[in-house]
């Protein structure tokens, strides 16, 4: 089972945060800052609107990844309320069990606090402590610089670009890269 229980850390500006496996209790706080997180920000490929997850599909999700070794959900709080999460799990078939897709996330206020190296950090030791995981793989938008830079910092390349792969509501576009860290 892939269960982290929670440790403390400090922010870049000195506050404690705690960053663990969320519990089933957690979902209905999860599923909120979620759908908060899709409606703004622009680097997501789920809108807020299109996200219909209900509090039993989170339930569902949550325990989905505390049962399955290969996969970690993390969230990231401060003050007792989630304003972070990162999640992995390897692919679904023998062939590509070796690797998988990971996602982060933040409310916007918390952005640019170190959070997502914080959380980084704790999943890819627990990825480099489990021998089945061999890489790390995301997709990011390229005008996300920030989190981009912190993706290279922290070992990741680019292996892919798909040009023109994001198209906003005003016609515009951005790239998607696709990033990878051998663990």
């Known amino acids: 089972m892939a269960i982290l229980p929670y440790k403390t850390f400090k922010t870049k500006n000195g506050n404690d945060v705690l960053i663990g496996t969320p519990s089933i209790s957690d979902s209905a706080e999860l599923l909120a800052v979620a759908k908060r997180i899709m409606t703004e ?57 070796h690797h998988g897709m990971l996602g982060l996330s933040f409310v916007p206020e918390y952005t ?47 292996e892919g670009r798909q040009i023109k792969g994001i198209k906003f509501d005003d016609d515009s576009y951005d790239d998607v890269l696709t990033m990878v860290l051998f663990v």
Do not use: C
């Open 112 to 158: 640019g606090k170190g959070l997502g190296r914080l959380l980084m950090n704790e999943l890819i030791s627990w990825a480099q402590a489990n021998p089945r995981v061999e890489a790390l793989r995301l997709e990011v938008h390229s005008k996300n610089t920030p989190a981009v830079t912190l993706y290279e910092k922290l070992g990741f390349k680019i």
């Open 41 to 97: 920000s622009k680097h997501l490929l789920t809108q807020g609107d299109e996200f219909q997850f209900t509090v039993e599909m989170q339930e569902k999700r949550i325990r989905d990844f505390t049962d399955h070794p290969d996969g970690l959900l993390l969230v990231a709080k401060i003050d007792g309320k989630i304003v972070g999460m990162t999640d992995f799990k390897v692919g679904g078939r023998r062939r590509i069990a």
